[in-house]
C-alpha cells in the first residue's frame, strides 16, 4: 500500500490544474501545500471560498452561465457593474443567483488511520468534515465550511433593488472573513 499511495500522489500532483481557474486559489495554498508535504496525504481539489453570480438555466452546473467569480470580498458596485454589463449585452430569460460559497477540500489519505487523524484535526473547525470514499487504495475526506449564501436576485418577474444588494454583500464579506478565519485556524492546528 506504500508504494502504491505514494506512486499515486506523485502521479497524481504533477498533473495540470484541471480547474476553471486553472490554479490553486492563493488563499488556501498554505493549505494545500502543508497537507501535500506529508506522506499520508494529498489534496485532489480545493476553494478557498467564492463569491458568485450564476444565470441558471437549470440546477445543473454545466447550464449555468457564470456571470462573475471572485476568491475574495466583493464590493457592491461590483455586482451592480457586473449585473448591468451583463443585462446590456444579452437578453437574460433564467434566474440570477448570487451565492457566497465556503472552503472545500478533498483529500486523498493513504489509509483509514491516516482518515481518522486528519479527521480529528479537521472537525475541530469545520462541522462538514467526513469521509466520502474508501477503496484498498486510499481513503477520501471532504472538508466543506458552514458560511454560506444561495439565493435569487433577478428573473424575468423583479429583481433585488441596491440596498437588498448592498446586505448581501455585506453579509457575504462577513461570511468570508469567518471563512479565513478557520482556514488559519486550521493550518495551525495542522502543521502542529
Not at 85 to 107: E, S
Not at 147 to 153: A, L, P, Q, S, V
Request: charged share 35%; aromatic share 8%.
Amino acid at each position: 500500500m506504500f508504494n502504491r499511495f505514494s506512486k499515486e500522489k506523485s502521479d497524481f500532483l504533477k498533473k495540470k490544474d484541471k480547474s476553471k481557474k486553472g490554479c490553486v486559489d492563493e488563499d488556501i495554498k498554505d493549505i494545500v501545500n502543508a497537507i501535500n508535504s506529508k506522506k499520508d496525504y494529498y489534496t485532489t481539489s480545493s476553494c478557498a471560498g467564492r463569491i458568485v453570480l450564476l444565470e441558471m438555466k437549470s440546477r445543473r452546473k454545466n447550464e449555468c452561465r457564470w456571470i462573475l467569480t471572485k476568491h475574495n470580498k466583493i464590493k457592491h458596485n461590483e455586482i451592480l457593474n457586473t449585473l448591468k454589463n451583463y443585462n446590456k449585452n444579452k437578453k437574460i430569460n433564467n434566474p440570477i443567483w448570487f451565492r457566497q460559497q465556503p472552503l472545500i477540500l478533498h483529500v486523498a489519505c493513504r489509509n483509514l488511520d491516516s482518515a481518522k487523524k486528519f479527521l480529528e484535526i479537521a472537525r475541530k473547525i469545520f462541522r462538514r468534515a467526513g469521509i466520502i470514499g474508501i477503496t484498498d487504495k486510499k481513503v477520501m475526506i471532504e472538508i466543506i465550511g458552514d458560511e454560506r449564501m444561495d439565493t435569487i436576485i433577478s428573473d424575468k418577474n423583479f429583481a433585488a433593488d441596491e440596498k437588498y444588494l448592498r446586505n448581501l454583500v455585506k453579509y457575504a464579506n462577513r461570511n468570508f472573513k469567518e471563512n479565513r478565519k478557520k482556514n488559519r485556524g486550521f493550518l495551525k492546528l495542522f502543521k502542529n
